[in-house]
């Protein structure tokens, strides 16, 4: 059967997403546009297509996030599968991810890419192209719908048809973490009330379960590096492996690098593996860390606390602190042949660099948001955010 849009509350879908069902073969395969997210649903056992409309130019990513429903049961190899394929069911690109060994249901993304460089051979023609999204999942994992949010966009290639080139060396030491007072800085619950963070020291706290996003712009020639800690806790004793994951996303929300900790109940601390400057010659890096770190933007911190934890330590919640740290100087980016889509999303603006300091997004709403999805209801959150508005207004003061 096809999939229709689900409801989940684990997570924060974008209020803007369209709902699209998707198919159960090519021919009926609803088309996608670029620069638009659309929220969907998976069944268990199931493949559904969505068609998207590439010219011979331009690179074009789909993201694939998928959402099993909160409370339910997973096993360390569950996932999706996500590929895309040209007209001829050849595939273009192809992408797994899982919920690892916390077992813990959580929000999993995946990104499969059409690439037109000359040293590609396949896809690289005009045409319908197919996203196919398979669940995978044991026969023992519960059996409810998984929701989709599926974002769509594409780069416009580099003027006079450049070649990328061969990345540049850079110093892959780990870097220290950066030391210094943490300040509070709440996360949102999606890739669309992520909260801005800065280079810095930032304290949350998390529930079991829980999945909180943030987003770091990274300039062209800037280099990222992050550090995660769980506090101790006062209560319970055992041993929780894959408590605490990090993962890393870029701009496009393509998986860059993840790590993990386990937690026996005194302070644990983990680091994303180190990553180079972001260049647009990193593309054709031999790793795929090195080729995910290709274009500026904002870059997503996506942390997420095992629900195994509250069966062991009780519902919380835990104290999480990030030290983010953004080392290198600012280089300008390359010279596109045109405006990615949606517009402005390989780079980093004034407002987006403000937004990362003061946490307020560039268009506002970031905390309003982060309040809606938080554990407040959204009509408490609203008026909240209305009599908030209204008082920055008297006071002549931006909102």
């Not at 045409?127 to 409810?144: C, N």
């Not at 540049?168 to 992520?194: H, I, K, N, Q, T």
């Not at 280099?223 to 994951?245: F, I, N, R, W």
């Not at 937004?355 to 905390?367: I, R």
Request: glycine share 14%; aromatic share 8%.
């Amino acid at each position: 059967m096809p999939a229709a849009a689900a409801t989940d509350v684990s997570y924060a879908y974008d209020p803007q997403d369209r709902t699209v069902t998707g198919a159960d073969g090519t021919t009926d395969a609803p088309a996608l546009s670029f620069g638009t997210s659309y929220r969907s649903s998976l069944a268990r056992g199931t493949t559904v297509y969505y068609g998207v409309d590439l010219d011979a130019r331009s690179t074009a990513y789909v993201s694939v996030t998928a959402v099993p429903p909160a409370g339910g049961s997973v096993s360390a190899t569950d996932g999706v599968k996500v590929s895309l394929q040209d007209g001829g069911g050849r595939s273009c690109s192809l992408s797994t991810e899982g919920f690892g060994p916390g077992r813990s249901p959580h929000p999993v993304t995946a990104l499969v890419a059409r690439e037109t460089s000359p040293g590609r051979t396949l896809c690289r023609d005009a045409g319908r192209y197919y996203v196919v999204v398979e669940r995978r999942d044991a026969v023992s994992s519960s059996s409810g719908d998984w929701g989709l949010e599926i974002t769509p966009v594409s780069e416009a290639p580099l003027q006079g048809g450049a070649l990328a080139g061969s990345p540049e060396p850079w110093d892959s030491a780990s870097p220290e973490p950066l030391a210094g007072a943490a300040r509070v800085r709440r996360g949102g619950a999606g890739f669309a009330s992520a909260a801005p963070l800065g280079q810095g020291v930032w304290r949350d706290d998390i529930a079991p379960g829980q999945t909180l996003f943030y987003k770091v712009p990274v300039d062209w020639g800037r280099q990222l590096s992050a550090t995660a800690e769980l506090g101790g806790s006062g209560t319970g004793h055992g041993y929780v492996g894959g408590a605490l994951e990090i993962t890393l996303c870029n701009p496009a929300r393509g998986p860059v690098t993840d790590t993990a900790l386990s937690y026996d109940g005194s302070p644990k601390s983990a680091a994303l593996d180190p990553l180079p400057p972001v260049r647009y010659a990193n593309r054709n890096g031999v790793l795929d860390q090195v080729g995910e770190v290709r274009f500026a933007g904002s870059y997503y911190l996506v942390v997420h606390l095992s629900a195994q934890m509250a069966a062991t330590y009780g519902d919380g919640p835990f104290s999480v602190t990030l030290r983010v740290r953004i080392d290198g100087t600012v280089q300008p980016g390359p010279a596109y042949a045109g405006e990615s889509v949606p517009k402005g999303l390989f780079a980093v603006s004034a407002a987006e660099r403000r937004a990362a300091d003061t946490g307020v997004s560039a268009d506002g709403t970031t905390a309003m948001r982060a309040l809606a999805y938080g554990g407040i209801g959204g009509g408490t959150a609203l008026l909240l955010g209305l009599a908030l508005w209204t008082l920055a207004l008297r006071r002549g003061t931006p909102a």
